[in-house]
């Protein structure tokens, strides 16, 4: 068969072969948060995901967000509707379908079961689930009905408080992972750097109380370390210390419920100094202008709400409520069932009350510990209809598949803070045989003979609902339709006036609440975490998730348990040893991780992985920690315990498969991530400044006649190790993802990598820098002169380029490169279909035998120049990013001309924390770094005087042993 090429005759009028289309939508299961975004659309097909200024994310998208177009494209996706018969599911057709579903919704045993849901979505599921006579649950695994519960409690405000961290000179955190994977980790990571921009001449101190170092956690300036669950005891004992000192009508009111948790009184069950909780307590109550966080999901445990309540009162005593916490105006998530409703739902299941289940955006089969149940009760029941679009684990146990669109193909609206609205659009029409959800249950309505549904579809739905308000709120509008244009242009729009701070008076239920004081524990204590990679377990089919290093331990497409060295010593433990992990609900066996990052009566498992369906790269990856737990939940909201269980360890004693991705914990002080004391950083700042131009203005760099000579600048003080940069680059550039075997043999394909070292501090703890690591195209590079066919030469711009067609493939730059950024193609990589839709055409996809690495985004350089060029004019700044500066939620990275003297990137790289990587070797890079700055007493090298490397965080070497 041949195919031919038929030009358009009447080309549509948003397509233009070869140029990039945007459009504005809203990524509502992106993760954590909801997202406002532009995707990049190509002749149809989209390609890029990047954040929408317009939104709290400030243009911005974490990594796991950005991988969404993994997910759209992902090739396990159910392509149709399908139906079950003796053995497995068979293709049917969708009226035969809806037909079928649609006799089976009785009213009053029906169930329809998604994920939460705020906007017009919520009214019309209400809507529907009335006209049907079915019961509608919203649901999300790691939900927050904790944290809204506490502040109920304590003003009558439910809700999500909006956190300013921007605004504090003093940051605490009980263990929230607020920078990876908690709340809105991109807009609140924007903030956080805020209140750290040390070129500001502030620096906001952070303290960490938690078990455990997470992404979060690793940022901090300052560990105090706590038992699992202990969190909200030590808060009421620094609340209470902070009243003493602080006093005031707070203070007052909550003198009998502060005063029997004193320092003393709480040290023994948390397990920690009372002079540290003395010393947090002086420096909160010294702050002008404090934050404390709550505990996040790795932190919730039986008793979370008086946890979060025990912080809410903390910060009230701080004078925090109504400044940097203001509650009731946070982000929204919408209605959401705890894990307390889920068993209910369970026993009404198992009790037969229940023939239809429908589950829409929801994958509970997985997300549920498997204690509550769900499977066993949900295979039990007549009726299992999934509408998800990808065969997880729920769908799998379905006996109808009514497969949805993949939300970048659907209509949709979203409230993501009080009075603020966004609108989704599809940005590409459906890949596979799919329909919009709503369609499909206005379809079933439509099927049982009892719609109450005017309109034949969502889309008219929604625009029915948004043309009346539109209507409602001015009385002698412009036509509706130039509204939704210029909406569905911007994204977003204030619907209603901001609410004014609801006045956060304290409750009598609050001011007179009985806190509990825990019976103190002895041996291992459990904490399950989230991931900025997989999240709930979302991410997981997804490639470039599974292949980017976790923050804290730098593995990949697997579990680990995290132990402390101390904790693994008896046991003869090292990393990569096989450790099963017991509790009285379960049993799992991973890696272990060794990592002093966590208290030594603490283990750690990460959430996410342990997929028995969800597709390729999912399924049999890690295990599945929700085994551990045993359903516990939290008295007051219904949360589940993530952390508390009582827990056993055993060695295997075999070697499990744990591919880590960083050589080294430290880096042997040879000026790889530079660390410098915040009293020096503010002292230097406006005084004294590197000059490292005058070795990047060396005319060796780029041709003199040329008005460019590109270079970066990454600030390690904003670098959070996010990884967010990394997912943009691979989107970008179309690199591939090698898989477990691959990476653990250093053969990984990441143009990027970030390094997390560990610095000593004074005190014998230690401070964590991360460091993006990625070609520094330097000025007097190594790799080109070694190379025998000039595949690596130099731009007249000052790029080191590679000529894929001219590279031979003999390594000889990667062996030379000090930096250790250059990639070989050791295989040609696979993009099964559709997967292969989402290459950008602007980059070539490299075979087996080419050398590759970081061009500039060579290709946007190109575009920018052209336009630029078509108005006369040089490139500058604001023309164009790349696509790892665009990407980073905190802009720790500045991309441009060194020679434009007006340039961002200029002006940074003279900074007084400017310094050049391995700068002795003088290969002139063009990446400037700036030091990160730490409030620790940092110890004075990562070397002592004997030339010994003093690694602050575990011994070993993995990667290395690896083959890195
Ligand atoms: S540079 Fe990369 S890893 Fe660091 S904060 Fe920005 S996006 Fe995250």
């Known amino acids: 068969m041949s195919d031919k090429l038929i030009p358009y005759l009447v080309p549509p009028e948003d397509i233009i072969p070869g140029t990039n289309v945007e459009y504005a939508t809203l990524l509502k299961n992106g993760g954590p948060e909801q997202l406002g975004l532009y995707a990049t659309v190509r002749d149809g097909r989209v390609i890029k995901l990047e954040g929408n200024p317009r939104f709290p994310n400030r243009g911005r998208l974490s990594a796991l967000a950005q991988s969404a177009l993994q997910d759209l494209y992902d090739p396990d996706r159910i392509p149709g509707p399908r139906g079950r018969d003796a053995d497995g599911f068979v293709d049917a057709d969708w009226d035969e379908a809806i037909a079928a579903v649609a006799g089976v919704v009785a009213p009053g045993r029906t169930v329809l079961l998604t994920g939460p849901v705020t906007g017009s979505a919520a009214e019309f599921y209400a809507q529907w689930a009335e006209a049907t006579g079915a019961e509608w649950i919203a649901w999300e695994p790691l939900g927050l009905e904790a944290l809204s519960t506490a502040h109920e409690i304590a003003f009558g405000i439910p809700g999500i408080p909006s956190y300013e961290i921007h605004r504090a000179d003093r940051i605490v955190s009980f263990g929230a992972d607020f920078l990876g994977t908690w709340l809105a980790p991109v807009e609140l990571a924007a903030r956080f750097a805020d209140a750290r921009n040390v070129e500001d001449l502030h620096h906001a101190k952070f303290t960490h109380v938690g078990p455990r170092l997470s992404l979060t956690g690793l940022n901090a300036d300052e560990w105090i370390s706590v038992r699992p669950g202990t969190e909200g005891i030590v808060a009421l004992a620094v609340a209470s210390e902070v009243a003493r000192r602080k006093g005031g009508g707070a203070a007052a009111r909550l003198e009998d419920v502060l005063s029997r948790f004193t320092p003393a009184t709480v040290a023994e069950h948390a397990g920690v100094e009372p002079a540290r909780i003395e010393h947090l307590a002086d420096e909160l109550a010294s702050a002008n202008s404090p934050i404390v966080l709550p505990p996040g999901i790795s932190g919730q445990a039986a008793g979370s709400t008086e946890a979060h309540l025990a912080v809410t009162l903390l910060n009230l005593v701080c004078g925090a409520i109504g400044t940097t916490v203001r509650p009731g105006v946070g982000p929204m998530r919408g209605i959401s069932a705890s894990a307390a409703t889920m068993r209910n739902l369970v026993e009404r299941m198992e009790s037969g009350a229940i023939d239809t289940v429908i589950v829409a955006g929801a994958n509970p089969v997985y997300g549920l510990p498997k204690s509550l149940g769900f499977a066993e009760a949900y295979a039990g029941i007549a009726n299992r209809v999934s509408l998800c679009s990808h065969l997880d684990e729920t769908a799998a146990a379905s006996n109808w598949l009514l497969p949805a669109n993949h939300e970048l193909e659907s209509w949709g609206d979203a409230e993501i803070r009080p009075g603020i609205w966004a609108v989704a659009q599809p940005v590409m029409r459906p890949l596979f045989d799919t329909r919009q959800a709503e369609d499909v249950l206005l379809s079933i309505a439509a099927a049982t003979g009892r719609s109450s549904f005017e309109v034949e579809d969502w889309k008219s739905w929604l ?58 524990v002895s041996g291992l204590t459990l904490t399950t975490f989230a991931t900025a990679q997989f999240y709930d377990g979302r991410g997981a089919n997804r490639s470039w998730m599974q292949e980017l290093p976790d923050a804290v331990s730098k593995a990949v497409w697997n579990s680990w348990v995290e132990i402390h060295p101390a904790t693994a010593e008896p046991l003869g433990l090292e990393t990569g040893d096989l450790v099963e992990v017991r509790t009285s609900a379960g049993s799992v066996t991973a890696p272990a991780f060794l990592y002093e990052g966590i208290r030594p009566d603490t283990i750690a498992l990460p959430l996410g992985q342990g997929h028995t369906q969800y597709g390729r790269n999912a399924q049999g990856r890690g295990v599945n920690a929700l085994d551990l737990l045993d359903g516990t939940v939290d008295g007051r909201s219904g949360a589940l315990a993530f952390a508390g269980a009582s827990v056993e360890i055993t060695a295997v004693g075999r070697r499990g498969t744990l591919a880590i991705m960083q050589g ?141 067609n001219r590279c031979v493939g003999t390594r000889y730059c990667a062996n030379n490169c000090p930096y250790k950024v250059r990639r070989f193609n050791w295989f040609t990589y696979e993009h099964p279909y559709p997967l292969n839709l989402q290459l950008n055409p602007d980059v070539t996809v490299r075979e087996t035998g080419v050398m590759e690495k970081c061009t500039f985004c060579v290709q946007r350089i190109n575009r920018a120049k052209l336009d630029a060029k078509a108005e006369g004019r040089h490139v500058q700044d604001g023309d164009f990013q790349t696509a790892c500066m665009q990407g980073c939620p905190t802009q720790a990275i500045v991309f441009g001309n060194l020679k434009d003297p007006a340039s961002a990137v200029s002006k940074i790289a003279k900074g007084a924390r400017a310094y050049h990587m391995l700068g002795e070797l003088n290969t002139r890079p063009a990446i400037t770094y700036l030091a990160g700055v730490s409030h620790a007493r940092l110890a004075q090298s990562g070397h002592d005087e004997h030339g010994e490397d003093n690694e602050a965080a575990g011994d070993h070497d993995p990667a290395a042993e690896a083959g890195h």
């Open 664 to 804: 080294s914990d430290s880096d042997l002080g040879r000026e790889i991530g530079e660390l410098m004391p915040v009293d020096d950083a503010l002292k230097a700042i406006g005084g004294h400044h590197v000059d490292l131009r005058e070795i990047l203005e060396n005319a060796w760099d780029s041709d003199p006649k040329s008005p460019y000579r590109w270079g970066m600048t990454i600030d390690l003080n904003a670098c959070t190790g996010c990884g967010a940069c990394v997912t943009a680059c691979y989107a970008e550039n179309n690199i591939p993802a090698v898989g477990e075997e691959l990476c653990a043999q250093g053969r990984e394909m990441s143009w990027i990598q970030i390094m997390r070292y560990f610095e000593q501090t004074e005190d014998d703890g230690f401070q964590t820098v991360h460091v993006p690591v990625l070609c520094q195209h330097c000025g007097d590079a190594p790799c080109e002169p070694v190379c025998p066919v000039y595949a690596a030469y130099h731009t007249a711009e000052g790029l080191n380029a590679q000529v894929y």
């Open 463 to 520: 625009e029915a609902a948004w043309r009346a308000s539109y209507a409602q709120a001015a009385p002698d509008p412009a036509p509706f339709e130039d509204f939704w244009f210029e909406l569905l242009q911007a994204g977003a729009v204030q619907r209603s006036a901001s609410q004014p701070d609801p006045a956060p008076t304290l409750a009598p239920a609050a001011a007179n609440y009985r806190f509990n004081l825990p019976d103190p």
